[in-house]
């Protein structure tokens, strides 16, 4: 009897080691017809997709790109805001300066509207007039927009309105066509013959460029108290009698004359507020 060793008999694979062993040679052919066909088309998208899948830096990578891009929208998001709201601050300002300037423009309608309704209290002629323009060198005096051409001459009476009242403001200087050089009541330049309302005392009023307006030449016993009002007399020869020029704001000893006392005087109408003017005409002043 001969003993016979027996072989072993060969065992199939399990499938799973078959799958594991074919995995790796079906990816690596279709890496290499993906690497030898043509990047076109169907071909391409599938390139792009398997990267994707089994290749970690790919996707980091788009999603890098991703994340970019989301900064970027961010930024540009950010900056529009940015920008729209500078603008909306400009139009903020534009509405404020239009308001500003709409509110100037109602006060000033409400005080020209006041002064067409100011009924004369004297019998004068004349034509009104705005201011249209100061000379820094020479504050005291101003331009306005009418001229020869309107009737207006030279040593004419100005008066202006101050709270509803009418009061001196100046004379004319200078007369051209269609404009008027007016010298105002605080320019040291300026005088005229006034008088007291208390006692009927005549005196001279001079401007005081930046000092007080004063009335000079006032006997020394004349009874004189703050507030006396201070109007132009008949004897000058330029403004018509009783305009209004101010009140008596105090009294002082006239160091040049011992019989006499100085009163200073503060203005009806005020210089730096003048803004239309009524110029009486020569001709038609009673």
Not at 40 to 63: C, D, M, N, T, W
Not at 122 to 138: F, L, N
Not at 144 to 162: C, N, P, Y
Not at 240 to 255: F, K, N, T, Y
Request: aromatic letters at 6%; charged letters at 25%.
């Amino acid at each position: 009897m001969s003993l016979r060793k027996k072989r072993p008999s060969k065992k199939p694979l399990p499938a799973i080691g078959k799958r594991s062993v074919w995995f790796p040679v079906l990816l690596l052919t279709i890496s290499f017809l993906l690497m030898i066909l043509p990047l076109e088309g169907f071909v391409l998208s599938v390139k792009a997709v398997l990267s994707y899948v089994f290749i970690p830096q790919v996707r980091a990578a788009h999603s890098a790109v991703k994340y970019a891009g989301g900064v970027h929208q961010t930024v540009q998001e950010l900056l529009r805001a940015h920008q729209e709201n500078y603008t909306l601050k400009q139009q903020i300002e534009m509405n404020n300066l239009l308001a500003a300037q709409a509110e100037t423009v109602f006060r000033e309608n409400e005080r020209l509207a006041a002064l067409l309704q100011v009924e004369p209290v004297h019998p004068w002629t004349g034509v009104w007039a705005r201011v249209a323009y100061r000379e820094p060198s020479q504050w005291n005096t101003v331009i306005i927009d009418k001229g020869s051409a309107d009737g207006i001459e030279e040593r004419s009476a100005v008066l202006s309105l101050e709270d509803g009242q009418e009061g001196l403001a100046g004379v004319v200087i200078e007369v051209t066509e269609n404009t008027s050089k007016v010298l105002l009541v605080r320019d040291e330049d300026f005088s005229a013959a006034v008088m007291l309302e208390r006692g009927q005392e005549e005196g001279l009023l001079v401007g005081g460029g930046v000092h007080p307006v004063r009335v000079k030449y006032i006997p020394l016993l004349t009874q004189v108290e703050k507030g006396d009002k201070v109007f132009t007399s008949a004897t000058s020869s330029i403004f018509p009698a009783g305009i209004l020029v101010g009140q008596v704001r105090a009294v002082r000893e006239d160091s040049s004359f011992q019989t006499a006392q100085t009163i200073e005087v503060e203005p009806q109408v005020r210089s730096a507020a003048v803004k239309e003017l009524f110029v009486i005409s020569r001709r038609g002043r009673k």
